[in-house]
């Protein structure tokens, strides 16, 4: 890592984020709409508006984004969030334009790359990330290297399978972890519940993992069963993260991740009463650290470092 | 790899296999009886016995052993198949005896550093391999480093869940996928369903999965659809497998493996229904190549590359 400053961009569904970071620190930030329904070079424009202000003093552009990404030609060939983006050539067309290196990752990867260099994670060999949301994705460090796969889909978390014969999942599989802990089905669980038995809950609206975090945390036992049955099914997907890949840590970031012990108390106790080998293992279970800034961040470590 | 000549040491319950390796090739081997109920001092002299005659022309000793071991100190803190084996520093007592280095690891990581090496995963950089037989192990190569993990325990594969209300397991979860595809559990399998219709595996005192596995191929039903069901288990692990890890080929080992297309058909029919993203992976299913040989030529490939 010779040049120290790099901008790092994180491409979402609804915002694109770019920051100038020196050091793995933020010196300067922006957020514009990523304008995903308009169109591919709508969003290519929008991507070029966020990178142009930084570029006079920047060494390399590191981005960001959901999807299958081939890292090494720096091409999108699919994105879940971006319709139409289907290998589109993004290396590319941004080092033309700015001049500069150009290097593209998996958005959760580049999350796990931040927290392993910069946050939670730091100073661990072995590392596996897991961002619970909407969807649930994952990223691994296996022996001191980030692990991307032979197709660069490795750490595909929310896709393990924790009940073979269990509901269907979009994926086209069953029983898919993503099936019973993204952010619609932890609601979906509340509401289950709240038809039978009172609950703070029916003051509001309309629910989110948030609001039903917050009122498990006030007392609301509704609320508490919803995370205690969450907290179980993440418990399992830990197991098989653990049996499989030994990490030093197991880092859990995203907006469902803020819900604080509510989450972790029954993911950790979970893991501790069923996982084989217990007793043998130091292992961690802990929130990420940077919050929102670990995807620029991590982007900009693997611009900087590859 | 500069020193050519190694001693490979395969440690199992029942027998001890020994080889004189050079390149890969096996040129001599031998075969002890393990002694696993005589206590930790008499299968420490078997072992002993089992390096000796290779020891004139050798330049270091590699061992593969079942369970629990630390490769950076040569302990074997716990070992299934060895009743008292508990934090035996079996490395220093090998140095000390034939004065050669002794490098350790566990039997199935052997088993994967052999077949990466000489056997079906050549050449690749993200490898799983998992065994079929008593248990279920597992071990991966991740981007071209061979993946052990915080503890020394990664690939962990046959205490996965694939069912979090599934039946308990001997390791104190439940749903494990050892508890559907160990050997004993496919003997059941088949027991369950012979007793609902006429098979030819009526025939046998006492079934085992290589005899289910033939009579699957002379085409009777009931064997049949016992490795249906098997194949359909472990193409769900191997979807997990494929999910986190990504790898290039997965190679399935062990006795069981053995049955061939009666196993491989469903597993690989059950990956290319259910995977996510299966129209974007390469990937392989594969048998292993290297049979008996692969541990003890792992373990002589451990020992020259540590």
């Known amino acids: 890592m010779k040049k120290k400053m790099f901008i790092g961009v994180d491409i979402g569904g609804t915002n694109i984020k770019s920051a100038f970071v020196r050091n793995g620190t933020i010196e300067k930030r922006m957020k514009l709409p990523t304008k995903a329904q308009s169109g591919v070079t709508e969003v290519i424009k929008q ?5 142009r202000p930084f570029v006079a ?4 552009v590191g981005i960001g984004i959901a999807g299958i990404i081939d890292s090494r030609t720096g091409m999108v060939r699919y994105s879940p969030n971006l319709s139409g983006w289907n290998d589109i050539t993004l290396g590319q067309i941004l080092k033309q334009e700015f001049r500069l290196p150009v290097k593209i990752l998996n958005d959760v990867n ?39 796969g032979a197709n660069g889909f490795a750490g595909e978390f929310g896709h393990t399978v924790i009940k073979f014969n269990g509901p269907p999942c979009t ?16 609601v979906a669980n509340a509401k289950r519940r709240m038809r039978k038995g009172r609950s703070s809950l029916r003051r509001y609206k309309k629910l989110t993992p948030k609001i039903i975090a917050q009122e498990a945390k006030k007392g609301d036992k509704i609320s508490k069963e919803v995370f205690s049955e969450i907290g179980f099914y993440v418990g399992i997907g830990v197991i098989n ?20 012990r509510v989450l972790f108390d029954p993911v950790r106790k979970t893991v501790a009463k069923r996982l084989l080998g217990a007793q043998f293992r130091n292992y961690k ?19 900087s470092s590859a």
Do not use: H
């Open 285 to 303: 279970i802990i929130p990420a650290q940077l919050g929102d800034d670990a995807g620029v961040i991590g982007a900009v470590y693997f611009a």
């Open 110 to 148: 580049a999350v796990c790359l931040g927290e392993w260099q910069y946050g939670a994670a730091k100073g661990y060999d072995n590392v596996f990330l897991f961002t619970l949301g909407t969807g649930v994705g994952g990223a691994a460090i296996c022996e001191g290297k980030p692990l991307f």
């Open 241 to 260: 993260i653990i049996a499989l890949f030994d990490p030093d840590v197991i880092v859990i970031s995203g907006g469902v991740s803020r819900a604080g």
């Open 47 to 51: 991507i070029k508006a966020a990178i």
């Open 57 to 60: 003093d920047a060494s390399g």
């Open 171 to 186: 994926c086209n599989n069953y029983g898919c972890l993503e099936r019973y802990v993204g952010a619609k089905f932890i």
